[in-house]
């Protein structure tokens, strides 16, 4: 059974989406390169929104990245900087509980 020793209060889920497959990749591999993910996994999805004041469904990929509150801000600068859209997605969702190997590995990955 896996342990859950230790705390996970610092650790999150950041969720961004993108409009291609082909930005989806890119912004990923900024994230893992610079050390503000660990992993970031990409799941074709489509959206269904408001903006402009009309209801839009548009295919989108949504970035999974792994990642911590140390890097937040700093992931969230980057992911505003390199992305097509005017108001990107950046959610922040906290994770309750993680494996204790997989939480020191995640946290290893990342450059605070």
């Given at each position: 059974?896996?342990?859950?020793?230790?705390?996970?209060?610092?650790?999150?889920?950041?969720?961004?989406?993108?409009?291609?497959?082909?930005?989806?990749?890119?912004?990923?591999?900024?994230?893992?390169?610079?050390?503000?993910?660990?992993?970031?996994?990409?799941?074709?999805?489509?959206?269904?929104?408001?903006?402009?004041?009309?209801?839009?469904?548009e295919?989108?990929?949504?970035?999974?990245?792994?990642?911590?509150?140390?890097?937040?801000?700093r992931?969230?600068?980057?992911?505003?900087?390199?992305?097509?859209?005017?108001?990107?997605?950046?959610?922040?969702?906290?994770?309750?509980?993680?494996?204790?190997?997989?939480?020191?590995?995640?946290?290893?990955?990342?450059?605070?």
């Open positions: 059974m896996p342990t859950m020793r230790g705390t996970t209060d610092e650790l999150l889920e950041v969720r961004v989406t993108a409009g291609s497959g082909e930005e989806a990749r890119r912004l990923a591999d900024l994230l893992v390169d610079e050390r503000l993910a660990a992993c970031v996994q990409l799941v074709e999805i489509t959206s269904c929104y408001r903006w402009q004041g009309a209801v839009e469904h295919p989108e990929v949504l970035l999974l990245a792994k990642s911590a509150r140390s890097v937040f801000d992931l969230c600068r980057r992911v505003r900087a390199e992305h097509s859209y005017d108001t990107p997605e950046v959610l922040a969702v906290p994770v309750a509980a993680a494996d204790e190997r997989y939480a020191e590995w995640l946290r290893g990955c990342l450059r605070p």
